[in-house]
């Protein structure tokens, strides 16, 4: 047995509960991993919350959820392998995003197919490493894969303080872009920090509406009508949206 976080029902964070549950085995091909440390992202909340509602048509239940284990990032120890697994053994440190598996990271242990994971930097501890499959991966296939960042272009990212925020500030900067980032008043010196060249307070200046254009806009939970955005990007300009309103998402 082990300890474990469930939502047996749609909801707010009230909704969760920690409850004795049955220790998992590995399958065919699957680890046993002993967590070390997990991350709460947006997405944790929207499948918590079953908001936006295409949440509900996603194989995850339509009036109550079929998985009730909860939470995507995972950083800790390779505790058995199955048969046929190739890359890790037990002591191994991995890390990884478990949700195309089935989640479950809120748990003592998660038994979880091995291509979810990969091995953890040395350099990083599991609090460190667990913060990063979701967001950081997001961030950079969202930057690099879907909007094809070159060195010299102008990239603004719009919800730069958040969890892909503040990776796709590093990552554009480590790319060679020239970076704007978009936040609140009181995250404006971390969006420096972070190697922003230039950062626009939202509450008080609206980057739709200032004239400037950009080669790339990553909107992160953005909130701006599409045509806003596009209306703010240069000829050939490259639009990716990482999260957003309902609205947004089903007018994309």
Not at 19 to 32: I, N, Q, S
Request: glycine share 14%.
């Amino acid at each position: 047995m082990m300890q474990a976080v469930i939502h047996p029902k749609y909801g707010p964070p009230e909704v969760l509960e920690l409850r004795e549950v049955a220790r998992p085995t590995p399958g065919d091909g699957e680890v046993l991993v002993q967590v070390q440390a997990t991350a709460v992202n947006a997405y944790d909340w929207h499948i918590l919350r079953a908001d936006p509602l295409l949440v509900r048509f996603m194989g995850n239940g339509f009036f109550k959820p079929v998985r009730t284990l909860i939470g995507a990032d995972v950083a800790g120890l390779v505790e058995a392998a199955g048969e046929n697994v190739q890359q890790f053994r037990p002591g191994d440190a991995v890390f990884g995003d478990l949700s195309k598996c089935g989640g479950g990271g809120y748990a003592e242990y998660v038994a979880v197919p091995e291509s979810a994971l990969a091995l953890k930097p040395a350099n990083l501890s599991f609090p460190e490493a667990a913060a990063l499959p979701m967001a950081a991966v997001t961030a950079l296939q969202g930057l690099r894969d879907l909007g094809r960042l070159q060195p010299g272009m102008q990239v603004l990212i719009n919800g730069a303080s958040g969890g892909v925020g503040t990776f796709a500030v590093q990552i554009a900067k480590v790319l060679g872009a020239e970076v704007t980032a978009v936040c609140s008043t009181g995250k404006m010196e971390q969006a420096r920090g972070l190697g922003a060249d230039r950062v626009i307070d939202y509450t008080k200046e609206d980057f739709t509406q200032n004239g400037r254009c950009y080669d790339l806009i990553l909107g992160v939970n953005g909130y701006h009508p599409l045509p806003a955005y596009m209306g703010a990007l240069s000829p050939g300009g490259i639009y990716v949206m990482a999260g957003g309103s309902n609205a947004q998402i089903f007018q994309a």
